[in-house]
């Protein structure tokens, strides 16, 4: 989640509205809700210690507002911490050690089981041996290019679609 949407993301779980967050930083009348407009929107980035102001005020890392660096282990934990919130990606005990899973009751559950379910077929596919370990890294790198298992297509405008039916009933 890039950090606009972070920054809208913790500022509606805190109550709070644009002009309020923003006089809480110190922007005062107009400029209030329109700086952090622009942040929201990535018109403006803003600097690294009004970030740490806004994580005080929503009580939170300021790696939570920020894309994290997920060559860092707590980058990566903020970026997972991203997932859930997003995607309803939790996290679960298996015999194994730790799996990661969608939530089922999460709105974006049904957009993305299409994608985890072509994921998980390519990576049986390679442990049963029926690829090897290039042939699924290249199915990964390409991805979605080389994802046979979902139909994708692109619709045509509603004006297109419009003009199209008035010809066929011709």
Not at 52 to 77: E, K, N, Q
Not at 161 to 170: C, I, Q
Request: a neutral charge; proline letters at 3%.
């Amino acid at each position: 989640m890039a950090f606009g949407k972070r920054i809208r993301f913790f500022r509606l779980r805190k109550g709070l509205k644009q002009k309020e967050l923003g006089e809480m930083l110190g922007f005062m009348g107009k400029t209030s809700d329109v700086r952090l407009a622009q942040y929201e929107n990535e018109a403006r980035t803003p600097k690294d210690d009004l970030i740490r102001r806004m994580a005080d005020i929503f009580d939170v890392d300021s790696r939570a507002i920020t894309v994290p660096d997920i060559d860092t282990y707590v980058g990566l934990m903020h970026t997972l911490f991203a997932l859930e919130d997003m995607y309803g990606l939790k996290i679960c005990d298996s015999d194994d050690g730790f799996c990661l899973r969608l939530d089922r009751k999460h709105p974006e559950f049904h957009n993305l089981f299409g994608y985890f379910l072509a994921w998980q077929q390519e990576k049986a596919k390679q442990d049963a041996g029926e690829i090897t370990q290039e042939e699924y890294d290249t199915w990964r790198y390409k991805y979605p290019s080389l994802d046979s298992s979902q139909i994708r297509v692109k619709v045509p405008s509603a004006g297109l679609m419009d003009l199209l039916t008035e010809r066929l009933k011709k």
